[in-house]
Structures are given as C-alpha cells and as structure tokens.
C-alpha cells in the first residue's frame, strides 16, 4: 500500500523534482484585476513576473477550494493513504479547505486513510518537508514513519526571507504602511522569518543597506541551524537569479551544506515578497 503526499502551489521547489517524486500539487488562485488564474497551472513564474512590473496593483489570492482538493484525492490510487502537506494556516486557508476535503472525501470512502499536516511555512520551507515525506513514501516506509517524520520536519524547518523592497509588503497589508514607508525611504531591509510556533511571519532583524542585510541574513544561518554539513539547504528568489547565485556562492563557503536546491519563487509568495526577495530554508537539528 502506497503513500500519495499532496501539497500546494504555495511550494518552491524545482518541478522536474516534484514530478520526479510524485507530488501531486493543488494550484491556489491569483487574480489579476479581473482574470483569475490557477498558479503554476496557466500562470507559470515568467509571465506572473511580467504582470506584477506591468500591473499598478498586486494580484490578490485566494486558497484553493475544498472541491480542488477533492478531485486530487479522487485522483489517487483506491490502494494509497494519502498525506496532505498545506501551507501554513496562519497564512490562508489552504489548509482548512483541505481538511473540509477530507471529511467529503470519508463520506465516500470511509475506508480510505487521509492526513492534513499544518506546514506552518511556505515556499522552500514547505519544499523541504514534502520532498522528505515524499522521499521516504518512495523508499516504500511506512505511512506512520512518513507522518511521524513530517511533523518533526514542520517543527524544525526554518524559513528565512530577505526582503529588498517593502512595496509588496505594505500594499498586501503584511507590514504597517507608515512604519513600511519611513523604513523604505531610510534603505531599511527586513530579515523576516515564519513562526514555528504558528507559521505567522516575525520581523527577526531591520539592517540598514544591501551589503549588510546580506551579511546578516547569512549569519543567522549558523545562529539557527547545527551541523549544517550534513544538511539541504533551499534557496528561492524573487525573480533575480544571479544575486540568489552570489547569495548561495556565500553560503557555501561558510557553512558546507550537504546539497543547494535553487528555485524560484511562485506568483503566490512572489507576489507578497516582492523583486529582489531571497528566501532559504533548511531543518535546523
């Protein structure tokens, strides 16, 4: 009896990789003034870059619907348990729809086993978690040992983002517009993180300048994790690739992580993070 892990579009991580490990993904919403697109279905990361420089306000989003997520379960085999790893609750409500799903999908299949895990992260954090659980559903482990293994992931993953615009922030009401505007005008760059506790977004660090911001983002690095050796870290960017290459070159040198997997950031965080925004994930212990 096989494991079928399911996540959604909030996720960074390489596709081919995805595909390559069997995650199914339910695309969240974006609309765009009044075109509403299903991300990463018909909406890929270069045009949604294109329509954000061109659009004078952000796309809103919107969770996936309790149906979406129904029909990716009636996909599965009869045969498999099913795990759901959602983007963090405190975020959307990706993760609610998704266990309102399971509960339509039981008055139809009592039998079957489904999960809903709570990532309490997004992006490459979420990554992180679903190709671990994914890995292991492939390496044939048990539904158990998978789930067991997911929560502790959720529990030690650290998502670390560095913003270098505060527009998208402030426009998409994640940040205070007179606190956003006086930090912008003095080059103010926000190290941010997504609560363990919770998945809600904390400001860790404000770091006057570019080259300092860096620096700190990198240092917090080796204040958060332990034997980084032996670990993956994740690394998205807002649509700039060749500073998310430099911003890697550095980690690398410092700390020696076992593995870099680079993406780009999707239109739903993308959207909220902004140009320039650089993000790394990895478990901490």
């Known amino acids: 009896m096989a494991t079928q892990i399911i996540t959604d579009s909030s996720i960074d991580f390489p596709e081919e990789l995805l595909n ?28 949604f870059y294109q329509k954000l420089q061109e659009s ?91 789930v067991k293994q997911a929560h502790e992931y959720t529990e030690d993953t ?16 994640r940040l205070d517009r007179v606190r956003g505007t006086i930090a912008s005008a003095l080059n103010i760059k926000l190290l941010m993180r997504a609560s363990n506790e919770d998945g809600s977004l904390e400001v860790l660090d404000k770091v006057r300048g570019n080259k300092r911001a860096v620096r700190e983002f990198i240092k917090k690095i080796g204040e958060y994790g332990h034997n980084l050796e032996d670990k993956v870290i994740a690394v998205a960017h807002s649509n700039c690739e060749d500073k998310a290459k430099a911003l890697v070159a550095q980690i690398q040198e410092r700390y ?5 997997i680079l993406s780009t950031m999707g239109p739903l965080i993308g959207t909220y993070a902004g140009e320039g925004a650089l993000l790394v994930a990895f478990k901490k212990k």
């Open 20 to 47: 390559e490990l069997n995650v199914k993904v339910v695309p969240l919403n974006l609309l765009f003034g009044d075109k509403e697109y299903k991300a990463g279905v018909d909406l890929d990361s270069p045009t």
């Open 56 to 146: 004078k306000e952000l796309p809103k989003s919107s969770a996936p619907s309790p149906q979406d997520f129904l029909t990716k379960y009636e996909e599965t085999s009869p045969e498999d348990k099913i795990l759901v790893i959602a983007l963090s609750e405190s975020l959307s409500s990706t993760y609610d729809n998704a266990v309102l799903a399971k509960k339509m999908f039981h008055e139809e299949h009592p039998d079957r086993i489904v999960e809903v895990i709570n990532a309490k992260t997004a992006s490459s954090g979420l990554g992180i978690i679903v190709c671990h659980a994914a890995e292991m559903a492939r390496d044939g482990e048990s539904f158990e040992s998978i």
């Open 158 to 173: 650290l998502t670390m983002f560095l913003l270098d615009t505060l527009e998208n922030v402030i426009k998409g009401g």
């Open 256 to 260: 020696k992580f076992k593995d870099v």
